[in-house]
């Protein structure tokens, strides 16, 4: 058997255990036996949990298509909410990442929209299960994308937008090479701190904690693919918008958009 067939039979084998996913270590500690797995693949153990990995954590888009993974950093304050929720309003074909983090939501915040709120119990549980992507603390609360979301998304063609933090934006693009990252600055220091002011959610210590981090965070824009500075809302939006429809033109998308022509023909 070649690699590509090994890879087959095993995607085979795992449609038909698709409730527990593909997590070899996950089934193995809840006492599910995966012997008949390695003797159907007739493989070695070590490597089957080697394809399980690499099977949770592949990027499919570099085998196949898929949708578009489009990451969003900004130091805390900046307006990257505001930005992402306008660019959903605009753009209905773009799916939302939702993250889920142990913060309290704030006014207005809605579980299930903008962040699944969990307690600290469940999220250590997820990322003991390997449920997440990347996972990072920020200012003591816990956040973390889906894995099993992201890559439902991205299987289906669907493009995705993420709010995730610079060190959550480095782990992604591990995974995600052809995803496309985007850092938003503030025009300056003082503005940040009289957004962060205006959004009146943070108390004092909070709020200084945040502006701290923002400076480093601020350096982690040189690795980014384009960087937009947040002045006036409408511009910044425009620039987001102008950045996805460049990448949907590409190159790479040149199959897809054939085959869309040419599936019109008579
Ligand atoms: P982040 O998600 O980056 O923490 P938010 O989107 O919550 O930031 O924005 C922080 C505050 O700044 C909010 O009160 C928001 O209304 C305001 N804001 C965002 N962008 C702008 C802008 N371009 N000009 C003025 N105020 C803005
Ligand atoms: P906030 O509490 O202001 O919503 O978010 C705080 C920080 O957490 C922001 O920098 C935001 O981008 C980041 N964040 C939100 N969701 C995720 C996530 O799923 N993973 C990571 N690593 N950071 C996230």
């Known amino acids: 058997m070649n690699n590509e067939e090994k890879w087959e039979k095993y995607r085979n084998l795992l449609r038909e255990i698709p409730?527990?996913?593909c997590n070899i270590k996950i089934m193995q500690?809840?006492?599910i036996d995966t012997?008949?797995?390695?003797?159907k693949l007739e493989i070695k153990q070590g490597e089957l949990m080697k394809m399980s990995r690499e099977c949770r954590h592949s990027n499919s888009s570099s085998n196949k298509e898929s949708g578009l993974l489009i990451v969003v950093s900004a130091p805390s304050g900046t307006g990257k909410t505001t930005i992402c929720k306008k660019m959903m309003e605009i753009i209905p074909d773009l799916r939302f990442s939702v993250s889920y983090t142990t913060r309290t939501p704030r006014q207005g915040e809605e579980h299930g929209k903008d962040y699944y709120f969990i307690d600290e119990a469940e999220f250590r549980?997820?990322?003991t299960?390997?449920?997440f992507a990347e996972w990072a603390e920020n200012y003591?609360?816990?956040y973390g994308t889906s894995f099993v979301e992201v890559k439902r998304l991205l299987d289906n063609k669907i493009d995705i937008l993420l709010d995730v933090d610079p060190r959550g934006a480095k782990s992604l693009k591990e995974k995600y090479p052809d995803g496309i990252f985007v850092f938003v600055l503030p025009p300056s220091i003082d503005v940040l701190e009289a957004r962060l002011r205006g959004r009146?959610?943070?108390k004092d210590d909070m709020l200084r904690m945040r502006l701290n981090k923002a400076m480093d965070e601020m350096r982690e824009a040189l690795w980014y693919d384009y960087v937009i500075v947040n002045e006036r809302i409408e511009d910044s939006l425009d620039a987001l918008r102008s950045i996805y429809i460049a990448e949907k033109c590409k190159r790479k998308q040149v199959p897809r958009l054939l085959q869309a022509v040419l599936?019109?023909?008579r």
Do not use: A, F, M, Y
Not at 35 to 39: D, R, S
């Open 35 to 39: 012997l008949p797995l390695e003797h």
């Open 263 to 265: 599936k019109n023909r």
């Open 19 to 21: 409730q527990i996913s």
């Open 29 to 31: 500690d809840r006492g």
């Open 125 to 127: 549980r997820k990322v």
């Open 129 to 131: 299960e390997g449920e």
């Open 140 to 142: 003591g609360h816990l």
């Open 200 to 202: 009146g959610s943070e």
